[in-house]
């Protein structure tokens, strides 16, 4: 195997000289493997040898992936006098296809393992292939959704219409967007979904891709939440109740010890005229009966376990009902400033007995950080909070509230009482944002606090709303 004569390129892939005519190719190379040798034997027998992919390692350590093919040499009488070999470095070519199954093999790891729903479909809204996930939402089979149409998945009929047509007509309005449909499983169950389809040119057309997300768990946790924060609410307003006990004895043993005396009062004027006394007395006795029931009425509401119901409601009224339930137990002065008159019959659209509780619960630590104080007050203000916005604050002449606190105040379980359980303002916060408002902490000056919350106003649908005194009433346990 001599050489008769050889190309630049085949000197340069071997780092040949190029002073190598009559030199044995095993001479020149002497690290070229025996396998070589046997193809040159092949070739001079007169078979052609070749191989697409072959490693060769040069001297310098390279390694290179040649394609190759050997031939025999044949002279004018078909007598074999040696061979040709043709090479070609195709190690460029083996790397790309390297990464290539590389990056097919990565792809259809992330496919098969991802938690979320991956389907592709053609141009024809036809699916053409479904991740485990997707199979396990949808519950089908491994071969079940392969043809099938894409809209079989979601039960929105204009969601399913904008998926499949889009390799129709081309229709763009869905791609890359986010946005939660309703899916629909095999069994037929409804299921909220979230769906977010992107687009692949390939050469054969057009290519799209869904990834979906099952919001099922999601959605019932969140209604485990809720419904655990509504039970923390009740019993947050339990606990409330429980330091009302005192306060509502009192309360009601005064009307109950009035309709008693009215009653005696009756029997004797009855007894010594013979016919029924003054209709006044029957008057006064069905008073006193209504304030007693009026107060067992108001804290039955406020601690029962009931469903949230939103109503359109005044905001004086929200703020008369809180304040007879606190000055059940309070010892402050407790005050209403002025009401502007543009907010005189304000109303706003929310659950009564959430609201109240906020009110309750800000008048409650009002209470407690003023008592220390030898004249405790309380300002309950209403004011203007913007175009459609009302504010209702709590000011107290109290202790205030530490400034490495003030960032902490709405934490859950985070309190300043030392016997506080870390809920009261936590909660009051969530009511607000469900209402669509916002709740706040400020200083008062020179001292104290001021807490406050903002609702959006409601029209009152033309009723008379019950409104605040236009000049400063004052109340008390007294009262």
Same mark, same amino acid.
């Given at each position: 195997?001599?050489?008769?004569?050889?190309?630049?390129?085949?000197?340069?892939?071997?780092?040949?000289?190029?002073?190598?005519?009559?030199?044995?190719?095993?001479?020149?190379?002497?690290?070229?493997?025996?396998?070589?040798?046997?193809?040159?034997?092949?070739?001079?027998?007169?078979?052609?040898?070749?191989?697409?992919?072959?490693?060769?390692?040069?001297?310098?350590?390279?390694?290179?992936?040649?394609?190759?093919?050997?031939?025999?040499?044949?002279?004018?009488?078909?007598?074999?006098?040696?061979?040709?070999?043709?090479?070609?470095?195709?190690?460029?070519?083996?790397?790309?296809?390297?990464?290539?199954?590389?990056?097919?093999?990565?792809?259809?790891?992330?496919?098969?393992?991802?938690?979320?729903?991956?389907?592709?479909?053609?141009?024809?809204?036809?699916?053409?292939?479904?991740?485990?996930?997707?199979?396990?939402?949808?519950?089908?089979?491994?071969?079940?959704?392969?043809?099938?149409?894409?809209?079989?998945?979601?039960?929105?009929?204009?969601?399913?219409?904008?998926?499949?047509?889009?390799?129709?007509?081309?229709?763009?309005?869905?791609?890359?967007?986010?946005?939660?449909?309703?899916?629909?499983?095999?069994?037929?169950?409804?299921?909220?979904?979230?769906?977010?389809?992107?687009?692949?040119?390939?050469?054969?057309?057009?290519?799209?891709?869904?990834?979906?997300?099952?919001?099922? #768990? @999601? *959605?019932? !946790?969140?209604?485990? /939440? =809720? &419904? +655990? %924060?509504?039970?923390?609410?009740?019993?947050?307003?339990?606990?409330?109740?429980?330091?009302?006990?005192?306060?509502?004895?009192?309360?009601?043993?005064?009307?109950?010890?009035?309709?008693?005396?009215?009653?005696?009062?009756?029997?004797?004027?009855?007894?010594?005229?013979?016919?029924?006394?003054?209709?006044?007395?029957?008057?006064?006795?069905?008073?006193?009966?209504?304030?007693?029931?009026?107060?067992?009425?108001?804290?039955?509401?406020?601690?029962?376990?009931?469903?949230?119901?939103?109503?359109?409601?005044?905001?004086?009224?929200?703020?008369?009902?809180?304040?007879?339930?606190?000055?059940?137990?309070?010892?402050?002065?407790?005050?209403?400033?002025?009401?502007?008159?543009?907010?005189?019959?304000?109303?706003?659209?929310?659950? #009564? @007995? *959430?609201? !109240?509780?906020?009110? /309750? =619960? &800000? +008048? %409650?630590?009002?209470?407690?950080?003023?008592?220390?104080?030898?004249?405790?007050?309380?300002?309950?203000?209403?004011?203007?909070?913007?175009?459609?916005?009302?504010?209702?604050?709590?000011?107290?002449?109290?202790?205030?509230?530490?400034?490495?606190?003030?960032?902490?105040?709405?934490?859950?379980?985070?309190?300043?009482?030392?016997?506080?359980?870390?809920?009261?303002?936590?909660?009051?916060?969530?009511?607000?944002?469900?209402?669509?408002?916002?709740?706040?902490?400020?200083?008062?000056?020179?001292?104290?606090?001021?807490?406050?919350?903002?609702?959006?106003?409601?029209?009152?649908?033309?009723?008379?709303?019950?409104?605040?005194?236009?000049?400063?009433?004052?109340?008390?346990?007294?009262?």
């Amino acid at each position: 195997i001599r050489y008769l004569g050889t190309s630049a390129r085949w000197r340069d892939i071997f780092e040949l000289d190029r002073d190598i005519v009559g030199k044995s190719h095993f001479d020149v190379a002497p690290g070229a493997p025996d396998e070589w040798r046997a193809v040159c034997r092949r070739a001079l027998d007169g078979e052609d040898v070749r191989a697409e992919q072959d490693l060769f390692v040069r001297v310098d350590g390279l390694h290179h992936w040649l394609r190759w093919e050997a031939q025999p040499w044949r002279l004018g009488s078909q007598r074999i006098g040696g061979v040709v070999i043709f090479v070609e470095d195709v190690t460029e070519r083996v790397r790309i296809q390297r990464d290539l199954r590389e990056n097919e093999r990565r792809l259809n790891a992330i496919f098969e393992t991802a938690m979320d729903a991956i389907v592709t479909f053609g141009g024809d809204g036809a699916i053409r292939s479904a991740n485990p996930a997707a199979r396990e939402i949808f519950g089908y089979g491994a071969e079940e959704l392969i043809g099938r149409a894409v809209e079989t998945l979601t039960r929105e009929p204009a969601a399913s219409d904008e998926v499949s047509r889009m390799g129709r007509d081309g229709s763009m309005n869905v791609i890359g967007q986010r946005r939660v449909v309703r899916g629909r499983r095999k069994d037929g169950e409804i299921f909220p979904l979230e769906l977010t389809v992107s687009e692949a040119g390939l050469d054969s057309g057009r290519l799209f891709v869904a990834i979906m997300r099952d919001l099922s #768990p @999601i *959605e019932a !946790e969140r209604r485990r /939440v =809720n &419904l +655990l %924060r509504a039970e923390l609410a009740r019993i947050s307003r339990m606990n409330d109740m429980g330091e009302m006990v005192a306060g509502l004895a009192h309360e009601v043993a005064q009307p109950v010890a009035a309709i008693r005396n009215f009653s005696a009062a009756w029997r004797r004027a009855l007894a010594l005229a013979g016919k029924p006394p003054d209709m006044n007395l029957l008057a006064k006795i069905e008073e006193q009966a209504r304030r007693a029931s009026e107060i067992l009425t108001s804290l039955r509401n406020f601690i029962e376990k009931r469903q949230p119901e939103r109503c359109v409601v005044a905001v004086a009224a929200l703020i008369d009902d809180a304040l007879k339930l606190v000055l059940l137990r309070s010892q402050a002065k407790i005050a209403r400033a002025p009401v502007p008159a543009e907010l005189a019959d304000a109303c706003v659209r929310a659950d #009564p @007995i *959430e609201i !109240e509780q906020v009110l /309750v =619960n &800000l +008048l %409650r630590n009002a209470d407690d950080a003023s008592m220390d104080r030898e004249a405790p007050e309380i300002v309950v203000e209403i004011g203007k909070a913007g175009p459609e916005r009302v504010r209702i604050s709590v000011a107290d002449n109290g202790v205030g509230i530490p400034p490495e606190a003030a960032s902490k105040l709405f934490s859950p379980f985070f309190t300043t009482k030392h016997d506080g359980m870390g809920v009261g303002l936590s909660i009051s916060k969530g009511v607000v944002e469900r209402h669509g408002g916002t709740i706040a902490f400020r200083p008062n000056r020179p001292r104290g606090s001021i807490f406050e919350f903002e609702l959006p106003l409601q029209s009152c649908g033309g009723r008379l709303a019950k409104t605040l005194e236009t000049s400063k009433a004052e109340f008390s346990v007294a009262d």
